[in-house]
């Protein structure tokens, strides 16, 4: 299964929204993960099961889709929100997506 | 709480080899599948390989199959992955993560810190 992710870069104003999406080759149902991953920092999950956020991520960060279609929204964007964002299919073996860089406009 | 550390990267020659362990702590270890991602430098995340929680199934993405073998030894609460014919290709930074169930089949809560392998003559 190929994941894709669009777009590659994302420049948002602090507190501004920030749309990321992701798309699968085949349906994956809801088994989809997002990952954020600041530089030199190991990747840290943030959301399962396409909508369910992790422990210790603020509710600014909502994922939803089903299908092939997922979007990550991060409702009013914090200066610790500037990042890479994977995502991640689990339906079948695991593939992620390339990634989307958020960065400060 | 739940600590996964990486060990055994490096240096290594094309051609050669070498072999990864995660140390793992702060939960039942056999309880858990574990797997091995990596990334190379400036590039997004690879899945590498998996392994059950008994050792009994393991699986490979087809860059590394043939050449990387996982195991795990359950007393010790390790993982292993031994890299054999070793490219260019194969240098990135080796994270080994936990995922949420004894078979592997979901996403990875807990990761490590990664170890770095670097294939260069």
């Known amino acids: 299964i190929m994941m894709t992710q669009s777009p590659a870069t994302l420049s948002v104003s602090p507190g501004d929204r920030a749309t990321l999406s992701c798309r699968a080759s085949q349906d994956i149902g809801t088994n989809l993960a997002w990952y954020q991953q600041k530089p030199g920092q190991v990747p840290r999950l943030l959301i399962y099961g396409a909508s369910t956020r992790a422990t210790g991520f603020p509710a600014r960060f909502s994922g939803s889709g089903s299908g092939t279609d997922f979007t990550l929204t991060i409702s009013s964007l914090q200066s610790e929100d500037f990042a890479f964002y994977y995502c991640?299919?689990?339906?079948?073996?695991?593939?992620f997506g390339p990634g989307t860089k958020v960065d400060i406009k | 709480e739940v600590h996964l550390l990486e060990s055994g990267g490096g240096l290594v020659q094309p051609g050669g080899s070498l072999r990864l362990s995660c140390s793992a702590s702060?939960?039942?270890?056999?309880?858990?599948?574990m797997v091995w991602v990596r990334q190379a430098p400036g590039k997004g995340l690879e899945w590498v390989s998996a392994?059950?929680?008994?050792?009994?199934?393991?699986y490979y993405a087809d860059s590394v199959k043939g050449r990387f073998a996982i195991s795990r030894d359950n007393s010790n609460s390790t993982l292993f992955l031994q890299m054999s014919n070793l490219g260019v290709d194969d240098t990135a930074v080796y994270y080994c993560?936990?995922?949420?169930?004894?078979?592997?089949?979901?996403?990875?809560?807990?990761w490590g810190q990664g170890t770095l392998v670097t294939v260069s003559s």
């Open positions: 702060g939960f039942t270890f056999s309880d858990f599948a």
């Open positions: 392994l059950s929680g008994t050792g009994f199934s393991s």
């Open positions: 993560a936990r995922d949420t169930s004894d078979f592997p089949s979901e996403y990875f809560q807990h």
């Open positions: 991640q299919q689990y339906d079948h073996w695991w593939t």
